[in-house]
């Protein structure tokens, strides 16, 4: 082809693939096929019709299988049978190559004698799969057609000992990449559950050992294919990556509500990929262990020696691969997973998918597809109220521990957990826009329950736990504050399985008040009486305490690990020490007048006669944090509670947000703050008395070692004479920690609120804002400016998000009146906004 015609041919393929992408007139499947075909087109017309004979362009990988998205690479290969000269085939490659370039698209180029395809199969396993999907463009058919039926032949030959390493490829690529279902960035394409496990199962079904489960393949396929196109056209990049700010504009060009409801279609996609490819490897390893039993028996009877008992042996035993062990009524052990018995009549058994469940789970067994579909046709509803045998099973199936989480997935790919459940379905694979969360709604459910049937031995009804931790955040389905609608729900469920009307009362109140302990732990001041008094009136029993305190730490623990620690670990169990007190009839006896240790009496006195800072780090591995970390931590867990930093000084205006600056500047992150006036007895001091500012941190080092006292104390009193600029300083950190600034939603706006009837010793402040270096700096400048004195702090972060918490008083001491709380409110939130 002349350069003339070449040219133009480019122009007119631009054109048509142009008007293709923009016209929108066809959908993702019909768009996919009409670009491969007008792609086909062209590259066969930029060889010509002078195609020597034994060449042939050929198609693969994607490409291959005509999934062309619109930013997709172009994966060709040039095949010849080695008659014609080199120079004639590099001629012939330039011919294709150069005109894609030109275009700007990305290319996967080979040129390949049949023998060097194989060769090279051999060696890498995705060029093997790239010829499994090889398609004819151009030139010679029989030789593209010699090279498909060589690879799928040779493919099937050495599967028993390419599938292995296939599935390892798989595993692999999920620990580099994650499980797309619980990202809130997938990678549509090698995330778990990306459109590589589709590669993967249709390589297995092609190997003729094993076939993935049908079912919603082909819709799942194509939702992230849809989704994956929609990505290209609105970034104009060959990305995989579902990036948040890309989510919204996505969704839009796809019809959908809003990015949560895109994520939900990529999530419902990725789980019925993930539980495809789950199924279909279990049957892989089957099918190997019996092929590799076979082998050996018949290596034995080859050799004349029989092959003799052998106690314990498993799928060696080829005779007793069809063995069924009874597991429940109507359950069977079979090959390794839970069946159906022969004798189970599912239409007449309500109860049958609860009993296999939970017979599957307490054996440590997988649920058979065949079964798990079988009962999905045939087994009829449960009678609402659940008879108790269902109501047992149930809560049996919610304490196997990690066993469950496969079991409960077999039950909801054949759609019987929303039968039980009929709210389910409102939070299935439902997002958590919250970082600290590894799961969607749904599995963190369900991981929670795993967490609780840990703990069952410290509470006296187990199963109000477990069915507890598996409704508390069913209310998230629904619109307003998601414990609130949750109560209603976990009573509704309650009643419908079954429960009676106070055990429907005590889940109902679990789940209203699942983030009491945690919230009021961290964020309040546990010496006040009104705090104690508070909880105690929200729980109402010490039985309900002691179910509220194990589901607090199962659900913690589920969330992640910035959600638990032992140091909230001991927080929690002070703050249920202190209030099964006050259930069980203790008063709640008014904050004690504060005695100060000997350290913090040496420190003030020192500070008097300086009337300078005076600083004290030490480790902190004493009082109610560590006790409750020794108690509740895991064994084996490690983790440091932090240090302890005291620092005694003369009253005077400007200590908080100086001390925070500094803390900031040294890059400690703050876990609680505790500021009181040490009173000194007549003696100590030239006068008859005196006192001083006491400030009690609980503070970690962000990453590193700790500074040193002496570091500190120099930028303090550097900090209070005004000549450390701490707000620049901290200006250009915060700088530096935004980075350039990128596409996408910016953080919420700071929320500033007060907390009514929370204390009788001062106003309680509750500042969220979007967590940054020199935050408690800027709120603690705030509120000097406001005039208000800070009696004590509690500061918490997870992800990006600080939840700081300031018992607030007047310069008299005593808590402000509505009126001006209000306007506190209102004039720090602005001034941090």
């Known amino acids: 082809m002349t350069t003339e015609k070449t040219g133009a041919a480019e122009e007119s393929y631009a054109a048509a693939r142009l008007r293709l992408l923009q016209e929108g007139a066809l959908d993702g499947p019909s768009r996919r096929a ?55 085939i590099a001629a012939l490659a330039d011919r294709v190559w150069y005109p894609v370039w030109d275009l700007g698209l990305a290319l996967d180029h080979s040129v390949r004698t049949p023998a060097e395809a194989r060769k ?40 028993p000992r390419r599938l292995p390493e ?48 049908r079912e919603g393949l082909e819709e799942a396929r194509r939702t992230l294919l849809d989704v994956r196109d929609a990505l290209h056209l609105a970034t104009g990049r060959a990305t995989d990556r579902l990036a948040l700010q890309d989510q919204d504009q996505v969704a839009s060009a796809l019809g959908l509500l809003d990015a949560d409801t895109l994520l939900r279609h990529v999530y419902e996609a990725a789980r019925a990929l993930s539980y495809a490819s789950e199924v279909t490897w279990r049957e892989v390893g089957r099918v190997l262990r019996a092929r590799g039993g076979r082998t050996r028996l018949r290596g034995l009877l ?213 983030l009491l302990l945690i919230e009021t732990a961290t964020r309040r001041d546990l010496d006040d009486p009104a705090t104690l008094r508070s909880v105690a009136r929200a729980v109402g029993s010490p039985e309900t305490l002691e179910l509220l305190h194990a589901l607090t730490e199962a659900d913690a623990r589920a969330t992640g690990p910035a959600a638990w620690s032992s140091w909230r670990a001991g927080l929690v169990a002070d703050l249920v020490a202190r209030t099964g007190a006050v259930l069980s009839g203790a008063p709640a006896a008014p904050a004690a007048p504060y005695a100060p240790t000997a350290e913090a009496e040496r420190l003030g006195i020192e500070a008097w006669r300086t009337a300078g800072p005076v600083l004290a780090l030490r480790a902190h591995a004493d009082g109610a944090a560590a006790r409750g970390a020794a108690a509740h ?78 570091r500190l104390r120099a930028d303090l009193v550097r900090a209070l004479d005004g000549s450390l600029a701490i707000a620049a300083r901290l200006a250009e950190r915060e700088a530096a920690h935004r980075g350039p600034r990128r596409r996408g939603t910016p953080p919420p706006p700071p929320r500033v609120t007060v907390a009514p009837d929370t204390s009788e010793l001062a106003t309680v402040i509750e500042v969220r804002a979007q967590d940054a270096p020199g935050l408690l700096h800027r709120i603690g400048r705030a509120l000097e400016g406001a005039g208000v004195r800070v009696r004590s702090a509690r500061v918490s972060t997870l992800g990006a998000s600080a939840v700081d918490v300031f018992y607030v008083t007047g310069p008299e001491g005593a808590p402000l009146a509505a009126e001006e709380a209000a306007g506190l409110a209102r004039s720090l939130e602005a001034e941090l906004g």
């Open 120 to 159: 090279a199969a051999e060696d890498d396993l995705k060029v093997q799969l790239g010829l499994l999907d090889a398609r004819h463009l151009a030139g010679d058919p029989a030789l593209t057609d010699g090279l498909r039926t060589a690879a799928y032949a040779r493919w099937r030959a050495q599967a």
């Open 633 to 710: 931590a895991p064994d084996g867990e490690a983790e440091p509670v932090g240090v302890e930093l005291q620092i005694a000084l003369p009253d005077q205006p400007g200590v908080l947000p100086a001390v925070a600056g500094v803390l900031a500047l040294h890059r400690l992150t703050v876990r609680s703050a505790d500021l009181r006036l040490l009173e000194l007895s007549p003696g100590v001091t030239d006068a008859a008395g005196g006192s001083v500012l006491l400030l009690t941190w609980r503070v970690a080092a962000a990453y590193g070692s700790l500074p040193q006292a002496a």
């Open 302 to 514: 080859a050799s004349g020696a029989g092959p003799g008992p052998r106690p314990g042996a498993g799928p060696a035993s080829a005779s007793g691969a069809g063995e069924r062990t009874p597991l429940a009524e109507g359950v069977v052990e079979h090959e390794g997973e839970a069946a159906l018995a022969r004798g189970a009549r599912p239409e007449r058994d309500p109860v049958l998918p609860l009993r296999a469940a939970a017979a599957a789970a307490q054996a440590g067994l997988p649920l058979a597809l065949p079964a798990a579909r079988k009962m999905a046709r045939s087994v009829p509803a449960l009678p609402v109220p659940w008879p108790q045998e269902a109501r047992e099973e149930f809560v049996t199936l919610l304490g196997a521990g990690e066993a469950t989480v496969p079991v409960w997935e077999a039950l909801e790919a054949a759609g019987l957990v929303a039968r039980m459940l009929p709210d389910w379905e409102r939070v299935r694979c439902r997002p958590q826009r919250n970082p600290v969360h590894l799961f969607t709604v749904d599995r963190h459910l369900v991981e929670t329950a795993v967490r609780a049937s840990a703990l069952a031995r410290r509470v006296h009804r187990p199963d109000l736990l477990l069915v507890a931790a598996l409704l508390h955040d069913m209310g998230k389905g629904w619109p307003g504050d998601h414990a609130v609608t949750g109560a209603t729900i976990a009573r509704d469920a309650a009643a419908r399985m079954g429960f009676g009307a106070a055990d429907a009362e005590t889940l109902a109140t679990l789940v209203r008040h699942h």
């Open 34 to 88: 009409a670009l491969s075909g007008l792609t086909d087109t062209w590259l066969a017309g930029l060889l010509g019709d002078g195609i020597p004979d034994g060449v042939a362009l050929v198609a693969v990988g994607g490409y291959g299988r005509g999934e062309l998205s619109p930013r997709s690479d172009l994966d060709l290969l040039l095949l010849h049978d080695g008659r014609t000269a080199g120079g004639g």
């Open 166 to 213: 296939l599935r390892e490829m798989g595993e692999e690529r999920a620990r580099r990449h994650g499980e797309l279902r619980f990202l809130l960035e997938p990678d549509l394409k090698e995330a778990r559950g990306g459109l590589r496990e589709v590669t993967a199962l249709r390589a297995v079904a092609a190997s003729w050992l094993a076939d993935a489960p």
